[in-house]
């Protein structure tokens, strides 16, 4: 279970999260939504250390995370992660397979080269890539490939947790409606813990169990996904409607 | 505009120069105390040696080649003013030596090598690849500086060294083919003229500027800001600053070396 508890963070002037209070419990697939530039990536970076928060707390498991563990603590914590991030962010000088297996070739779960490329080549099935891509560059690949690689990278460790950052962003409809079903299939199957972040709402429909709507640094709905459509927030409304007259304002 | 706004200005800047200063030495830090704990990257390690160390050869050869050439030819014409034209060989030997192979080398991979990191690990910034390398359970100091520094700190003494004699072989070529040397004098007279350590110092420079190349490089992309102009004013910082920096620590190593 992944809890945060009023996280605050400021970029120099630019407060982004003020206040962040949301729970995800284990096993559910919470969607964020919000608009471009609320602060939707910078709170999972604060989950995952990246960023660290002015204040708040950040708990897994009850465990505070935000107190910076090092060494074996840390690559322990790191290892429960997956993260797919929103252009893919595959390394252009490694192969496709090792991209996928990367976290298998070093570090703590490293084994064969061999037993790596399989497992790669397994998990690139399981995103419907051939295993003929396994040797291609990132560099080769279409953005939608690129995005099921990126799937592929993340899940490859089989991780308890996975974050997916607009992972529809970029994609045509069809290639979007793809991606989702497969990112629903593999956090059931995988039985993950899942926190996707996104402005699409065909993402939410077909990914959350659970939905968030963060504006202004603090989260202003949270329900089901089931609710979502009665939910009586403005905010919540205007998003989901898409619409210019609300309480959003649109120039930001 | 205030009276005071000048005064204001330069507090301003002197306060952004002594930041940097500090987050640069909090990089250097940070970088040596990686470079002692395990793992090292061998294979990044591997494949930078080769692109820091072997592929500069060419363009390093070529510059100091013709440094050289121009070398033996400048010492002619000035020792000719007092009848010294006979110590071509020395002087050449000794200039290539301890000043222009370690230095011009150093400069040729600032300009080859930092820039190329520092654009590579800007972009991998701005892409959030280093994001990503962090997930993935990997440190990214140790992932990509460390191999870098480490491969540039070896890399450069060797260029130098290969440097060195391409140097003073440019001088050779020019006093034998147009000043009219004797081929065998000119190389006795630079063999026995050069001492341990001239060649120590020119070392140990070339491995101070290729740790110094490298270390900017990583820095400045590290510290890259978002975008293509981003990567680009990280570029353009890495090479000006490895640049200045190699300068100022020849300037003080000469010191060290060579001060009585």
């Known amino acids: 279970m992944i809890e945060l508890r009023d996280v605050h963070k400021a970029f120099g002037a630019n407060k982004v999260l003020q206040g962040v209070t949301l729970s995800v419990d284990k096993g559910t697939s919470m969607v964020i939504i919000g608009g471009s530039g609320t602060g939707k990536s910078v709170a999972l ?29 840390r690559d322990a914590f790191l290892a429960r992660f997956g993260m797919l991030f929103q252009g893919g962010a595959l390394f252009d000088s490694l192969s496709v397979w090792q991209n996928v297996a990367f976290r298998l070739l070093r570090g703590s779960l490293k084994r064969p080269k061999e037993e790596a490329r399989e497992i790669a080549v397994e998990k690139l099935r399981r995103v419907g890539l051939k295993p003929d891509v396994a040797d291609l560059f990132p560099a080769e690949l279409s953005g939608g490939m690129q995005k099921r690689v990126g799937l592929a990278r993340a899940i490859a460790a089989e991780p308890e947790i996975i974050f997916f950052d607009e ?19 593999i956090v059931v199957e995988m039985g993950a813990t899942a926190i ?57 | ?33 990686h470079i002692v704990r395990p793992p090292l990257y061998w294979r990044e390690f591997l494949a930078q040696l080769m692109f820091i160390g072997y592929l500069s050869l060419p363009v390093v050869g070529l510059t100091l080649v013709f440094t050289g050439g121009a070398l033996a030819l400048q010492i002619y014409a000035g020792g000719a003013r007092f009848n010294a034209e006979a110590v071509v060989p020395q002087i050449v030997a000794i200039g290539m030596v301890r000043e222009l192979g370690p230095v011009l080398t150093g400069l040729m991979v600032a300009g080859r090598v930092s820039a190329a990191i520092a654009a590579e690990i800007g972009t991998m910034k701005v892409t959030e690849q280093i994001d990503a390398l962090t997930t993935l359970s ?8 460390v191999p870098r520094v480490l491969a540039a700190t070896l890399a450069v003494p060797a260029l130098a060294a290969v440097g060195n004699v ?95």
């Open chain 1, 167 to 185: 992972p529809t962003t970029g994609l045509d409809p069809i290639m979007a409606g793809v991606i989702n079903e497969l990112i629903r299939e």
């Open chain 2, 138 to 145: 990997t440190n990214p100091m140790k992932y990509l500086t």
């Open chain 1, 45 to 73: 970076k604060c989950i995952l250390g990246l960023v660290r928060p002015d204040s708040g707390q950040i708990l897994l498991d009850g465990e505070d995370v935000t107190k910076s563990a090092r060494g074996a603590k």
């Open chain 2, 1 to 33: 505009m205030s009276p005071l706004s000048p005064v204001a200005a330069i507090g301003r800047s002197t306060l952004h120069l002594l930041a940097m200063i500090g987050r640069v030495t909090r990089y250097l830090g940070e970088t040596l105390s």
């Open chain 1, 196 to 252: 996707t972040i996104t402005h699409d709402m065909s993402s939410v429909r077909a990914i959350a169990d659970d939905v968030a709507m963060l504006h202004g640094g603090v989260i202003h709905w949270t329900g089901p996904v089931g609710e979502m459509d009665d939910g009586d927030d403005p905010y919540l409304q205007q998003f989901i409607t898409g619409s210019a007259e609300g309480p959003i304002e649109a120039v930001r």
């Open chain 2, 166 to 260: 391409i140097g003073v072989m440019g001088g050779y070529l020019v006093a034998v083919t147009r000043l009219g040397f004797n081929p065998t004098t000119y190389i006795k007279n630079t063999v026995d003229f050069l001492e341990a350590s001239d060649i120590v110092s020119s070392l140990v420079k070339a491995a101070a500027f290729g740790f110094i190349v490298a270390l900017m490089g990583c820095y400045h992309g590290m510290q890259s800001g978002r975008g293509a102009q981003g990567v680009g004013r990280a570029t353009t910082n890495a090479v000006v600053s490895a640049s200045v920096l190699i300068l100022a620590a020849n300037f003080v190593l000469t010191g060290v070396f060579f001060t009585e």
